[in-house]
């Protein structure tokens, strides 16, 4: 099996906060002997979160991204990879209940986004999130696996360990990914 990682966000290119969760998932798909081919980050941006969606269908059969799935304008990613599946989005009652329960204690502002964030892709697979109110979203396509997860990293940690790699050690073959780290000291790297 052969994977790309998209990490979605301006902010990681501004440089205002580091991408710790490309690393984390790549060294999780390397314990199951998946391939990470590319790692690519993308701001939010309609157009750009779509070209770089459309390159990794043509290059890989697992696709995992993480970032712009939260209540704000500028979090796209859900309706981005909806659209160049060719998914509807559809309201999920029970994810909009379980975020405006999670949310009550705040006055105003939560409705919007609690609507938004629980427009769910047809015939997507919901992932559950223990301590946020995105849910991560599992999506086929022609034997290709696309993960949409949190970019919240506490969040995508959970969600990586107790749903997606349960998930891929079902359906990926028993392969291992050997690699050697040398370390040197006192002669150059050459």
Not at 39 to 63: H, P, Y
Not at 91 to 114: D, P, S, V
């Amino acid at each position: 099996m052969r994977a790309e990682i998209i990490s979605v966000g301006t902010e990681h290119l501004l440089g205002q906060i580091v991408d710790t969760n490309a690393p984390y998932i790549a060294k999780k798909l390397a314990s199951l002997g998946i391939d990470v081919f590319r790692k690519t980050t993308v701001g939010d941006n309609q157009k750009r979160i779509a070209e770089v969606l459309k390159e990794s269908l043509k290059r890989v059969d697992l696709i995992i991204i993480t970032g712009g799935l939260g209540p704000t304008e500028d979090d796209i990613t859900k309706e981005v990879v909806s659209e160049v599946l060719r998914k509807r989005l559809e309201l999920n009652k029970e994810i909009f209940t379980k975020i405006e329960q999670r949310l009550a204690c705040f006055k105003k502002g939560t409705k919007r986004g609690a609507l938004k964030q629980a427009l769910i892709p047809h015939s997507a697979k919901i992932l559950r999130n223990k301590i946020g109110t995105a849910p991560g979203i599992l999506l086929e396509k022609e034997k290709k696996r696309i993960f949409i997860l949190p970019g919240v990293p506490q969040e995508m940690r959970i969600m990586m360990d107790e749903e997606v790699i349960p998930y891929l050690s079902q359906i990926s073959k028993k392969e291992c990914i050997k690699s050697h780290i040398l370390k040197l000291w006192g002669i150059g790297e050459s």
